[in-house]
């Protein structure tokens, strides 16, 4: 089992930035690679990024690309989405997921959720 808690959201303007966190607990945290997905009202949730295991492997929604970097820190068993020149259409509930190793872009391949954490980017 794999516990995940987000953090670090928050309002902010457009064009600002935010950094985003994914503390986990329980298994070896090494073992598994963590993606970030969002959910804005009335749409399906979607893919933003993934790290795998290593943290040599990193994905990213072309919607994001070039704005948003993940990174990961396993002496603190934490992942981070550093989001930088945030828009308005960047609002949403932002939730980190956990599998094992290898990263993956759509949802139904992580096991592990976290509760989410919101990021409202005004206009």
């Known amino acids: 089992q794999v516990q995940l808690v987000e953090s670090g959201g928050g309002l902010v303007q457009a064009g600002g930035s935010l950094r985003l966190s994914c503390a986990a607990s329980?298994?070896?945290?090494?073992?598994?690679?963590i993606g970030w997905f969002r959910q804005a009202p009335g749409k399906e949730r979607e893919f933003v990024a993934a790290i795998d295991w290593i943290g040599t492997g990193v994905y990213y929604a072309n919607s994001v690309k070039g704005r948003f970097t993940i990174s990961r820190d396993n002496a603190k068993i934490t992942v981070y989405l550093h989001m930088n020149d945030l828009k308005p259409e960047d609002t949403a509930v932002y939730y980190c997921a956990a599998k094992l190793r290898v990263a993956v872009t759509t949802e139904g391949g992580y096991d592990y959720w976290g509760q989410g954490t919101q990021v409202t980017v005004s206009s």
């Open positions: 329980g298994r070896t945290f090494s073992n598994y690679a």
